[in-house]
């Protein structure tokens, strides 16, 4: 799934925040706040996020027979 329904409020991802580094964000409404913090005024924005990788297959258990017609 793309989209969480229950996402966990990080000011990282929400609309008032603008990436200032890594670690820190700028607020519109609180300034220069960490990235992992949240407020009451968080609003999700699904185009900051970034989902994790999906894993690779593993494909080691197969045999060559199992790819033949």
Do not use: W
């Not at 793309?2 to 990282?12: A, I, S, V």
């Not at 820190?24 to 609180?30: G, L, P």
Request: charged content about 30%; overall charge positive; hydrophobic content about 30%.
């Amino acid at each position: 799934m793309l989209f969480e329904k229950n996402m966990e409020p990080r000011c990282f991802y929400c609309v008032r925040c603008t990436p200032l580094d890594g670690e820190q964000v700028v607020c519109i409404k609180k300034g220069v706040v960490p990235a992992g913090g949240s407020c009451r005024s968080f609003r999700y924005d699904p185009l900051k996020r970034v989902p994790p990788r999906p894993h690779a297959p593993d494909f080691s258990h197969l045999k060559d027979e199992d790819f033949t017609l």
